[in-house]
């Protein structure tokens, strides 16, 4: 079954603890992309790859990091998570690489975040 | 820049009438235009898109979508309501001509069917 699989679903956590959350896709798609939903803003964008070792800043990237080794996995990285950083997170996966995203977006079931 | 508006926060529909989901963008190039629908405590799915040519899209669960390029919109739209209906709907762009790798999304709208 094609899937994008986020863990973990619900964290609780405190301020400046560091922490990873992971994200694979078994589609083989090229593009992989991470955003944050916060009530009233919609869906904002963290950070994207158009390939392996391609990365690229979104829109809201501050506190944020991310690593594409594989062309599977694309983890999110909070070093040193804040208040601010509390909210629904999804990873998302699609075709198209070097010339962008040229068809449907998979999203992963979303990750709820709570930092305290 | 690439952008894409929603002008209602939630929309109202009984069952059985017909709905409109409103969506306007903006682009310096061609677009590529996309709904996208959130059930509760899921992730979103994808239910169109326009790529190019007819400029009206079918898409999942009956729905579709009218291109209209002189107007910048890009409406989403289904005969005849369902209770199942109820989500929350979003839509993204991507301006294919001017660079822009990735899609832009709005902030979504509720849709709420009643019974």
């Known amino acids: 079954e094609a899937q994008v699989t986020q863990n973990p679903r619900y964290l609780i956590t405190v301020t400046g603890k560091k922490l990873t959350v992971t994200c694979s896709q078994n589609m083989n798609h090229e593009y992989m992309s991470w955003y944050r939903q916060d009530p009233g803003l919609g869906l904002r964008q963290i950070y994207y790859?158009?390939?392996?070792?391609?990365?690229d800043k979104g829109d809201v990237p501050e506190g944020y990091k991310v690593s594409r080794k594989e062309k599977r996995n694309f983890p999110l990285i909070l070093e040193s998570p804040s208040p601010n950083q509390t909210s629904l997170y999804f990873c998302?996966?699609?075709?198209?690489?070097?010339?962008?995203?040229?068809?449907?977006?998979?999203f992963g079931e979303g990750s709820r975040l709570t930092v305290l | 820049a690439q952008s894409v508006a929603q002008p209602e926060d939630q929309v109202n529909v009984a069952e059985g009438n017909p709905l409109t989901v409103k969506c306007t963008y903006s682009?310096?190039?061609?677009?590529?235009l996309f709904w996208y629908v959130q059930y509760p405590n899921r992730g979103l799915q994808f239910l169109l898109k326009y790529i190019t040519g007819d400029n009206l899209v079918k898409g999942s669960y009956g729905f579709e979508a009218e291109f209209n390029k002189s107007q910048t919109s890009f409406h989403l739209k289904k005969p005849s309501a369902l209770v199942s209906d109820s989500a929350l709907y979003f839509c993204?762009?991507?301006?294919?001509?001017?660079?822009?790798?990735?899609?832009?999304f709005g902030k979504g709208t509720m849709l709420l069917v009643s019974p």
């Open positions: 998302a996966s699609g075709r198209g690489g070097g010339q962008g995203v040229t068809g449907e977006l998979f």
């Open positions: 993204a762009v991507r301006d294919r001509d001017s660079g822009y790798s990735t899609l832009t």
């Open positions: 790859s158009m390939n392996v070792e391609v990365t």
């Open positions: 682009v310096s190039g061609n677009p590529y």
